[in-house]
């Protein structure tokens, strides 16, 4: 079985929806002083994406991370805890068409995203954990460098033109554009 990537023009209409989910999160886990941080591509104006908006959630430390998942499968997220396995520094979670508040312990489990796709991801880590800052400054520096910025999208483009089992191997085939990116930001900084 294929997985079809879909990625869009940017949509004004992203930010708005980040604010209106951020509002929600920081109020919901308000008790963990949290930070909330719209990261991904949905982030950077002018970026092309696949319509998921990326919500990048900081708790004060690791210990924390656990803290969030009964409130988040609360508000109807889905919990993946499979993943953590290979991050064990990252809670996911994503907000399904469709479907809500499921548990997914092994990856065998995960529903077909043609039948529930997701519209948010979130990621709870640790703020100032090399996940957050490594996720900051690559958005930050998209959103300062045009010429980044657009070959990052044709790079999405073409990929999405191509045929993959899942969208993990996508999001791998990308990670030598997003690892270049991040030693130039470590040359600059």
């Known amino acids: 079985m294929t997985t079809n990537i ?8 992203w930010a708005s929806d980040f604010e209106r989910e951020c509002r929600q999160l920081e109020h ?13 591509s949905t982030s950077v104006e002018g970026l092309g994406a696949k319509p998921i908006i990326d919500i990048m959630i900081g708790v004060e430390n690791r210990e924390m991370l656990s803290s969030a998942t009964s409130p988040l499968l609360g ?5 993946y805890p499979c993943y953590e396995g290979e991050m064990p520094e990252r ?24 039948e529930f ?28 460098h045009s010429i ?23 999001a791998e085939a990308k990670t030598g554009f997003i690892r270049s990116i991040e030693r130039l930001i470590e040359l600059i900084s």
């Open 28 to 40: 919901l886990l308000e008790h963990l002083q949290v930070k909330v941080e719209h990261i991904g």
């Open 148 to 170: 980044a910025r657009d070959a990052y999208y044709r790079l999405k483009v073409k990929l999405a033109n191509g045929t993959w089992e899942s969208a993990g191997d996508y």
């Open 117 to 144: 796709p997701p519209t948010h991801h979130l990621h709870v880590v640790a703020y100032n954990s090399p996940f957050w800052k490594r996720h900051l400054a690559f958005r930050n520096y998209l959103r300062t």
């Open 91 to 114: 809670r996911f979670f994503a907000r399904l068409h469709k479907l809500q508040r499921q548990v997914f312990e092994d990856v065998n489990q995960l529903p077909p995203g043609n």
């Open 75 to 79: 508000l109807g997220y889905c919990y």
């Open 6 to 13: 879909e990625i869009v023009p940017y949509d004004p209409a």
